[in-house]
């Protein structure tokens, strides 16, 4: 960088959902944190209306212009050129710019590379053209380029993490508002460490078994004829088929676990935190059926190993699970992990801990 006007490097975190997975869009309460992998994107303003973005970890260059529509741009790319539509839906002139990402956040790991990415893009551009908007309201656009431009039915949660996102801090989000509150997390302090085991077995969201469920669900609240899945009560679900009754027995007691997951933060009782993660997977394996055989196992090895609790995080098919530790057992649990995968004849696993982390802003 040259220091020149209209330059600058931002960057926003990748997120680990601590609890709440697949209610974000089932109008429940979730609690991510944003984790220390970041994208961060350089931006030189251009004097026209085109826009370049590479990357240095992929080919080529990705071209459009500041009014690429939904279809104009496919692969990672998309991703970026969603947040200029995104915007200019919205109302706001955008300049052009080159774009350079690179970015440590495991891709397909279910840590949200694409948001990192769609967020760290959106917060050069409220910079660069002088944008008049929130953080929670940038994170929504972001989430609409996701959801419109790229065609992934996701909820909001991803970009709330990674735009609201504090060092020291879990994300409470009510999805309905949107709206934030900060909850400290102090694990650290008391011997206790966050691991993310990253399968190898990639996800991607855009397949179609995300969007199945998102569709059971929408299927469920009609049926019920509640506003959002998450208000409904374990009585009501009687009135379902066996598929719905399973997906929304899954988001109800889902949104309990995340109730009962802040309590626990907030009185730092890491075991009953650890229980309440196992018992989420559990609920994601078998009612949801959203979990994987490498998920399973990462999930059982880290129990054996001495995890206070372990569950899948993301949404599923593949992609990362987090276990909660004792210190001294962190190195015993990842090894045990790589045991397990060897065993079953999979790829290593890359298993690493994560901090609650800050969101997405100015580098320089």
Known sequence: MTGRRGEGSWSAPGRVNLIGEHLDYNGGPVLPIAIDRRTSVTAELRGDDRVSVTSDSED????????????????????AAGVFWALGQAGHELPGLDLQVRSDVPVGAGLSSSAALGCAVAVALRDLARLDI???????????????????????MDQLASMCGSVGHAVLIDTIGPSV???????????VTLLVVDTAARHSLRDGEYAVRRRQCDDAAAALEVAALAVATPGDLVRLDPVLFRRASHVVSEAARVRDAVTAVREANWTRLGEIFTASHTSLRDDFEVSSAELDTAVAAALDAGALGARMTGGGFGGSAITLVPDERADAVAQ??????????????TVFAVVPSAGAGRER
């Open 60 to 79: 080529g260059t990705v071209a459009f212009t500041v009014a690429s529509r939904p279809g104009d741009v496919h692969g990672w790319g998309a991703y």
């Open 134 to 156: 929130g953080d929670v309201e940038l994170a929504v656009v972001a989430q609409h380029a996701e959801n419109e431009y790229v065609g992934v039915p996701s909820g909001a």
């Open 181 to 191: 509150e900060l909850v400290p997390v102090t694990w650290s302090r008391d011997g």
């Open 336 to 349: 045990r992990c790589r045991v397990e995968f060897a065993a079953a004849g999979w790829a290593d696993p």
